[in-house]
């Protein structure tokens, strides 16, 4: 599902060039669910939004689904996503003035789904918010809203869903239902899942966890096994 190859990404700074990725090569097969680790500055979220096309990288090339990505530009790049990618954020980016309905159908109508406000409406039922489908965001508890931005970015039907501290925030037990929500989703669906966590333990709940350090690598290991240091060159 994703080929990442000798990934760079330098941004230029008034201090000058910042080096935010030093060469990163992944493979992630289809269904995977993948944690990713790491300090704060690490890189994880820059490295997925290189993943989800959001961020072109300096150099190296991104495969998604068999398809290089690298050269597309943003037009080319919003039309892969449409369908194919579904992206959860830690701060539910919602359209205040739509209701839930409306949040998670609009994506799908992009798309010429003539079934859209039928296909929300399932979805909406599915992460526990029948009740709540006319509601605007800021009628919503934040838990409420997660879980329409979830609905939104599966909605579709993607191969691929990113999701960046989905529950970061969320208090505890929120936080927690919405992580159990995920993970069925993940199985009943088949997708493939790539977490950004600060939390350990909710990386160990996936397949593989992958650590990030100083734009680098730093393990790369299945949850039942040892994670072994990878040295990357930088």
Do not use: W
């Amino acid at each position: 599902m994703i080929r990442l190859e000798d990934i760079h990404l330098t941004l230029n700074s008034l201090a000058g060039p910042v080096n935010i990725l030093r060469g990163i090569s992944l493979n992630i097969p289809d269904g995977e669910a993948v944690g990713m680790i790491g300090p704060s500055g690490s890189g994880k979220s820059t490295l997925m939004s290189v993943i989800g096309g959001l961020e072109k990288p300096s150099t190296g090339s991104v495969a998604i689904d068999g398809q290089d990505i690298t050269s597309m530009n943003e037009d080319e790049l919003a039309l892969f996503r449409r369908g194919r990618v579904g992206i959860v954020f830690q701060s539910f980016h919602l359209i205040p003035t739509m209701t839930a309905l409306e949040n998670v159908a609009v994506p799908m109508e992009l798309l010429g789904q003539k079934d859209a406000f039928d296909i929300a409406r399932e979805e909406l039922e599915i992460v526990g918010l029948a009740d709540r489908l006319d509601h605007y965001p800021g009628q919503l508890s934040g838990g409420e809203q997660q879980r329409v931005a979830l609905a939104r970015a599966l909605a579709p039907g993607p191969g691929l869903l990113l999701a960046d501290e989905p529950t970061g925030n969320l208090d505890a037990t929120t936080g927690q239902s919405i992580v159990e929500l995920m993970f069925e989703l993940h199985d009943t669906r088949n997708t493939t899942l790539v977490l950004i966590t600060h939390d350990a333990g909710l990386a160990d709940r996936c397949d593989r966890v992958i650590t990030l350090r100083d734009g680098l690598v730093d393990s790369d290991s299945a949850v039942a096994g040892e994670a072994t240091p990878v040295a990357q060159a930088g």
